[in-house]
């Protein structure tokens, strides 16, 4: 069957050196404290399909080279920039003595949803653990705390699958049309 869409199964038309070229969107990842390596390396698959400036991995975050991150990261962990600190208060505070907004995604009362937020620019965007989200201690340092709305019994999501929306719904207010890739 033909079908009238040209899929693009393959990697960009580049390569890698020209694409690090590339200028990045001004967001940095946080992960708070995150059990799952599978999850990290999505979150730098993520990092790669967003091309973020980095990923901050905090605590007990795994981090590369890590067998398991490296199986869902698919070599993105080789080139999407990354650091790692011993807490996640200590990234939030650098992050902001750089003047960056730090932003949480976590269920809470009082808040606004990431499709009302208008997201700054550069952005810090802060993902929890999967199962306590964002530390309390961190919250309490953050500039702003957005969330998705939930309609089912369990009050999240996959912690990749929201970092997926408010990332690019940042990226659709700030016109991410003009830079794709192809």
Not at 64 to 72: D, R
Not at 90 to 106: D, F, I, R
Not at 152 to 170: P, Q, R
């Amino acid at each position: 069957m033909e079908t009238r869409y040209a899929i693009r199964s393959f990697d960009a038309r580049m390569t890698l050196e020209e694409y690090a070229a590339l200028p990045k969107h001004p967001v940095t990842v946080v992960l708070d404290n995150l059990r799952s390596a599978y999850n990290v390396g999505s979150v730098f698959r993520t990092a790669d399909a967003a091309r973020i400036e980095k990923i901050i991995t905090c605590g007990v975050t795994a981090h590369p080279p890590h067998k398991k991150l490296e199986k869902t990261a698919v070599g993105t962990e080789k080139f999407v920039r990354h650091e790692h600190f011993k807490t996640t208060a200590l990234a939030v505070a650098s992050m902001k003595a750089k003047g960056v907004p730090v932003v949480a995604l976590e269920t809470a009362e009082n808040v606004r949803t990431y499709h009302e937020y208008c997201y700054p620019r550069p952005l810090c965007l802060v993902v929890g653990n999967e199962a306590l989200g964002v530390s309390g201690d961190v919250l309490a340092i953050v500039n702003d705390v957005v969330q998705i709305p939930l309609f089912g019994f369990k009050n999240s999501l996959n912690v990749v699958c929201a970092l997926n929306i408010v990332l690019f719904e940042a990226l659709r207010q700030w016109g991410f049309e003009e830079r794709t890739v192809s």
